[in-house]
């Protein structure tokens, strides 16, 4: 089973839509999550970090849910920019190595 | 803004030959890493470096090497280059800080094709 799993899509969404995706991992002792995003042939950019608690930025909310082991990402009112491949990562302990998952295709369309 | 620069965008290289991919972030981090991504795998560890002449494997180490003489700079070397190894090769760095707030900074990306 991988460390980390995505769905990859691709998610087909119109503009205005809310699009969630999840991302489940198999490491109990993973320690932080995060979402990151890529957009077509460039590097990934970190969008935010999961806390505990769950987060908000603007219309992104990130939530983790320890005892499924799963995260999710949720995007409200989706803009064409949008579109993208969502990268979910959590961190391993010791010399703060990240696994990624592979990754979710977002297409925003008119 | 930190900056990770890898020597190059593009690179061709035959069967069997040394390889070296170059990456030197501005920022002073003591973390650097080195990830390979291939469509349906996803971005994979290949080795890191937490201080100046520490290394550690990541995932896939086999067929490859690192260098980090200098706390800029990180070279990835591949020792003889098979067509396996045909890859989108990023390099990554960070700090060390407390894991709510860890961040990791690519560079653009180094696409290899081996023939």
């Known amino acids: 089973r991988k460390e980390v799993e995505q769905d990859p899509g691709p998610f087909n969404v119109p503009e205005g839509a809310t699009v969630a995706f999840n991302c489940t991992y198999s490491n109990s002792a993973s320690q932080s999550f995060f979402w990151y995003r890529q957009d077509c042939r460039k590097e990934p950019k970190l969008l935010m970090s999961v806390y505990s608690s769950g987060n908000e930025d603007g219309r992104f909310t990130a939530q983790l849910n320890r005892a499924s082991q799963y995260i999710s990402l949720l995007i409200r009112d989706s803009k064409l920019s949008d579109s993208a491949t969502y990268l979910c990562?959590?961190?391993?302990?010791?010399?703060?190595?990240?696994?990624f998952g592979t990754g979710t295709k977002l297409q925003v369309i008119p | 803004d930190v900056k990770v620069t890898q020597s190059s965008r593009y690179l061709v290289k035959r069967t069997g030959e040394k390889v070296f991919l170059e990456c030197v972030q501005d920022?002073?981090?003591?973390?650097m890493f080195w990830y390979r991504q291939d469509p349906g795998l996803g971005l994979r560890l290949i080795y890191f470096s937490y201080d100046v002449k520490m290394k550690e494997k990541g995932d896939i180490p086999e067929g490859y090497s690192v260098s980090r003489e200098k706390k800029e700079r990180f070279s990835l070397i591949l020792e003889s280059a098979s067509t396996n190894q045909t890859s989108m090769y990023l390099c990554?760095?960070?700090?060390?800080?407390?894991?709510?707030?860890?961040?990791?900074?690519f560079g653009p990306g180094t696409r290899l094709t081996v023939t």
């Open positions: 990562a959590t961190l391993r302990g010791g010399y703060q190595k990240v696994t």
């Open positions: 920022m002073d981090h003591e973390n």
């Open positions: 990554a760095s960070s700090p060390v800080r407390d894991s709510t707030t860890y961040e990791q900074y």
